[in-house]
């Protein structure tokens, strides 16, 4: 009886530590990553920097003329998406519009509501009523 219950405790234990690791890491995974997602230049720029960082062994003054290039290079892109934004928002309008064809109204219906909340969440800096990048 004594070991039933000692197994019993220990399975207990192991799960609640598996479901709290879990937890805990798909939490740190959508902070970092909603942190891109809204252009949080911070948030990619860190990522960026402690995998370059890392893997190249890199020195100080090497840290410090990365971070600057990588900021730079991160301004360009979000030029880039700037200017892409609109062609990109007309494919997938076009692309829900052709789907709508072959769904149900219910369907359909449940595909607007997918796409309003992914909607809320693409961002591109600096367009009116975004949050900007810096």
Same mark, same amino acid.
């Not at 798909?26 to 990553?33: D, N």
């Given at each position: 009886?004594?070991r039933w /219950?000692?197994?019993? +405790?220990i +399975?207990?234990?192991? #799960?609640?530590?598996?479901?709290?690791?879990?937890? $805990?890491t798909? !939490?740190?995974?959508?902070?970092?990553?909603s $942190?891109?997602?809204r $252009?949080?230049?911070?948030?990619?720029t860190? #990522? #960026?920097?402690? /995998?370059?960082?890392w /893997?190249?062994?890199?020195?100080?003054?090497? =840290?410090? @003329?990365?971070? =600057? #290039?990588?900021r730079? $290079?991160q301004d360009?892109?979000? =030029?880039?998406r700037r200017q892409?934004a609109? @062609?990109?928002?007309?494919?997938i309008r076009?692309?829900?519009?052709?789907?709508k064809?072959? !769904?149900s109204?219910?369907?359909?219906?449940?595909?607007?509501?997918?796409?309003?909340?992914?909607?809320k969440?693409?961002?591109?800096?600096g367009?009116?009523?975004? /949050?900007?990048? @810096?």
């Open positions: 009886m004594i /219950k000692f197994w019993t +405790i +399975i207990v234990i192991f #799960i609640t530590g598996c479901l709290l690791g879990s937890a $805990g798909v !939490l740190y995974i959508r902070h970092v990553v $942190g891109i997602v $252009g949080d230049s911070q948030a990619f860190g #990522i #960026i920097m402690k /995998k370059l960082s /893997k190249l062994d890199l020195t100080d003054q090497q =840290e410090v @003329r990365a971070e =600057e #290039i990588v730079s $290079g360009d892109w979000i =030029e880039v892409f609109p @062609r990109v928002r007309e494919i076009d692309t829900v519009d052709e789907l064809m072959i !769904l109204p219910d369907q359909a219906e449940e595909l607007d509501r997918l796409v309003e909340e992914a909607q969440r693409w961002v591109i800096p367009e009116p009523g975004n /949050k900007p990048a @810096r």
